[in-house]
């Protein structure tokens, strides 16, 4: 039956909407090739016809991905589905199998890891920039419910932010602010269809029994709107706490021997937020992982620093010395660690020198040390330089620029001592 006037006046304004989130978000106008994360579903399927309208005849490139998880009948169809989709409006497609879905842990959690990693790799191979992603409001009413029966603090319950790097490539959800209702009335305005997934209505999965639980609450006066205004709200502090925490970082703290050094006086002054979030910013810089141990870990490291002793988390030590509060590598979770001459030592540490046969990069050590006749006058604590990467050949240690023989070598830190202090205004 053919729209009214009325309707056709709405769904002109919808269509409107959905193409205005698109063309204003600048991460994606300055984007040459931009991916879109597709699974059939009706919010990623009104994403790719957006996208379509919106960057028709425009200087972008747009690129379709569906993953398939592999772990229930019917997602090759899906993804089949998908493919038709995209090549009816000239779009390439292509699918992303996850070929291990067997392992430990929680599987929702594996095969949205997994489901991430597949994506940026697609998008790093195609130099994609941006992937789009079709989450919506209810999206993130959904998460700051989960994240509050977790007794989040101020990140969390930020929940999704528009924009978000993920190994190397710009994540963007340009939709946040949009119903689920009205992506599927945008594609029901085109006569589009699409695939309602299964799993949407099974209550063992926390998400959608936090899906059920936004409809009762709405009945209370506390809707899908006011949740998602929350993790705005919540953002905005976020913001304002970075900012203050990166002020901290550069005002308090260095980088010595690939170490985080807080100054202790200036560090025992700030307040326990600010305190937390610089160490937590060190303890990613050194191990190049997105998530800091847990709240109570974290307060009894904090309280470490801000009085003496020792003590280790994340594969990394904390230990007070001379006014000084030193972060760095425990020496135990690098020990093993051997790499050759061109390659990333602890993903961290590059090396380069006179070249030898026979020579491999591998931690310094206390065997090690020995060599370092001057390592002293770098007023360093042994241990943090026991971490350190060095050149060895056999059992002789050939140099080490951090402890203060370099023979011609030089060692380089990735990410930089500048990517650590712009890590703290980062989300």
């Known amino acids: 039956m053919p729209l009214s006037t009325d309707q056709t006046i709405g769904a002109i304004d919808l269509q409107n909407r959905l193409i205005s989130c698109l063309r204003t978000c600048d991460a994606l106008q300055e984007a040459a090739n931009i991916g879109l994360a597709v699974s059939g579903g009706g919010d990623s399927m009104a994403l790719m016809q957006a996208a379509a309208k919106a960057f028709a005849g425009s200087r972008h490139r747009l690129f379709v991905a569906t993953v398939d998880h592999r772990l229930r009948a019917g997602a090759a169809d899906e993804a089949a589905f998908v493919g038709r989709s995209a090549a009816a409006l000239g779009l390439p497609h292509d699918t992303l199998v996850w070929e291990d879905s067997s392992g430990p842990g929680n599987l929702q959690d594996r095969a949205r890891r997994a489901r991430y990693t597949l994506l940026a790799d697609w998008a790093k191979a195609k130099d994609i920039s941006c992937l789009v992603l079709g989450h919506t409001a209810d999206d993130q009413a959904e998460t700051v419910l989960m994240r509050l029966r977790r007794e989040a603090g101020v990140d969390g319950l930020s929940g999704m932010g528009e924009t978000r790097m993920e190994q190397g490539v710009m994540l963007v959800r340009p939709f946040l602010t949009l119903r689920r209702s009205e992506l599927r009335r945008f594609l029901q305005n085109l006569d589009v ?47 304002a706490l970075q900012w203050s925490t990166a002020r901290a970082a550069h005002e308090c703290v260095s980088v010595r021997a690939g170490a985080v050094v807080f100054e202790q006086n200036s560090y025992q002054r700030l307040p326990d937020e600010i305190a937390n979030r610089l160490l937590k910013g060190a303890l990613k810089w050194l191990t190049r992982q997105p998530y800091a141990p847990r709240r109570a870990a974290m ?129």
């Open 193 to 239: 269809d699409w695939v309602d997934d299964p799993s949407n209505e099974d209550l063992a999965f926390e998400r959608i029994r936090m899906r059920r639980a936004t409809a009762q609450l709405a009945e209370l006066g506390v809707s899908v709107e006011n949740l998602a205004q929350v993790a705005e709200n919540m953002s905005r502090v976020r913001s």
């Open 299 to 427: 307060d009894r490291a904090v309280a470490t620093a801000r009085t003496h002793g020792t003590t280790t988390l994340c594969g990394c030590q904390l230990q007070v010395s001379k006014g000084r509060v030193w972060i760095f590598r425990e020496f135990n979770a690098v020990n093993s660690l051997i790499c050759r001459l061109n390659e990333s030592w602890d993903g961290r540490w590059e090396l380069s020198g006179p070249v030898e046969t026979g020579q491999i990069i591998k931690a310094l050590g206390p065997q090690g040390l020995q060599y370092c006749e001057n390592w002293r006058d770098l007023d360093c604590p042994a241990a943090v330089l026991h971490s350190v990467a060095a050149v060895w050949k056999g059992d002789e240690m050939m140099a080490c620029p951090s402890a203060g023989l370099d023979n011609g070598w030089a060692a380089s830190l990735t990410p930089s001592e500048d990517e650590f202090y712009q890590s703290f205004l980062s989300h």
